[in-house]
C-alpha cells in the first residue's frame, strides 16, 4: 500500500535545524530525502567475533565499513567512504569533541590542493562534514556525515570517514567523549 507524505513547512522545520539554511523550506527537503531515503549500504547488526569492550568505533577501510561495537557477539555495521590512495590511515584515536551541523574550514594542505575552495563554510546540507562531526583526538580526521552520499563504500576522502546523514546521527548518539575508534 502507498502512503503519501504531506510536507509542510512545519515538518521541514522538524526534520532540520532552521537556523542552519537561509531557504530552510527548500532545503529542509533535501535534507529530509536525504535523511529518511534508502542508504546505499544499509546499516545493520551483524555477529562480531572480535575482542573490542562494548562502545569502540573499528573502522575497516579495506571493507569500507565501520563497527560500532554492541557487546555479546554483535555489532552494527555501517557504510563508509574512506581516503583515497595515498590519505588512508590507520591507528587508535579518542573520540574528542561532537558536533551538530558544524561549519567546516578546510585544512592548509587541503587548501594547498584545492585553492578554490571556501575557507570557511557554515554548517547545512551543502557542509561537506553533514550533519554530524565526531572528532578524533588532536588530528584533523573526523567521523562526519556527507552530502554526497553515493560516495559511500568508496575510497574518495582525503582521511575523514565519511558517513550517510542518517546513519553518522546514529553512530553520534551512540558515541561519547573518550570513545576508542580503531582505524585499520
Known sequence: MLRA???TAATLAFAT???AYSNPISRGLADFLNIFSEQ???RQIVAWSGKQT???VVVSTSQRRLYYVL??????????GVGRQGFSWSGTKIVSRKRE????????AMLKRRPDLPRHMEGGMENP??????????????????NEPDTIGAAVSSGCIRMTNRDVMDLYDRVRLGTKVIVQ
Open 40 to 42: 546505499p549500504v544499509p
Open 17 to 19: 535545524p532552521a537556523s
Open 54 to 56: 562494548p562502545g569502540t
Open 71 to 80: 557487546g555479546q557477539g554483535r555489532a552494527i555495521r555501517y557504510g563508509v
Open 101 to 108: 551541523w558544524p561549519d567546516w574550514r578546510p585544512p592548509a
Open 129 to 146: 562534514l553533514g550533519a554530524r562531526a565526531i572528532y578524533l583526538g588532536s588530528s584533523l580526521y573526523r567521523i562526519h556525515g556527507s
Open 5 to 7: 507524505i504531506v510536507l
